[in-house]
């Protein structure tokens, strides 16, 4: 006996998921990503008919983790590490295209060498006046 538990696969959710990742056209997005036919793909958003085990597979292969993370109540660990690896990897795409725009400055650039930055351990992340220590008048700045 399998230690496995049997999950129902939410497709009003499902439903939610794909229109917000295509707000307009949904189903022939859906249809022409997964080559399925758009009238199939109509029938789900309606909730009036379920994909099959083949369309479940291509709607997962061709939205990923956040498509488990949307159908399902509670995901698997292998689903949940999945589903923070793709997030992950999203996020660096993201900071690498904000780098590029900025003209391939990067956010620490500049930041690490200045004597009222050194030590506070913020990173970039932190531009505010956290852990810098105001100083006295007449004190000579280092080096």
């Not at 795409?93 to 930055?117: M, N, S």
């Not at 990173?123 to 006295?136: E, S, Y």
Request: charged share 30%.
């Amino acid at each position: 006996m399998s230690d496995r538990k049997l999950v129902d696969f939410d497709l009003k959710a499902v439903a939610s998921h794909l229109r917000a990742v295509h707000p307009s056209k949904t189903a022939e997005h859906v249809a022409a990503r997964i080559e399925a036919p758009v009238e199939t793909v109509r029938q789900w958003l309606r909730l009036a008919a379920r994909p099959g085990f083949c369309a479940t597979l291509k709607l997962i292969g061709a939205y990923g983790p956040e498509l488990l993370a949307a159908a399902l109540p509670s995901l698997p660990d292998w689903a949940a590490r999945a589903l923070i690896a793709e997030r992950r990897r999203a996020a660096m795409d993201e900071l690498r295209r904000l780098e590029e725009r900025l003209g391939g400055f990067h956010a620490d650039d500049g930041e690490r060498d200045r004597p009222d930055r050194m030590g506070d351990g913020m990173g970039a992340g932190f531009r505010g006046r956290v852990g810098v220590v105001p100083r006295a008048r007449g004190d000579v700045a280092d080096g």
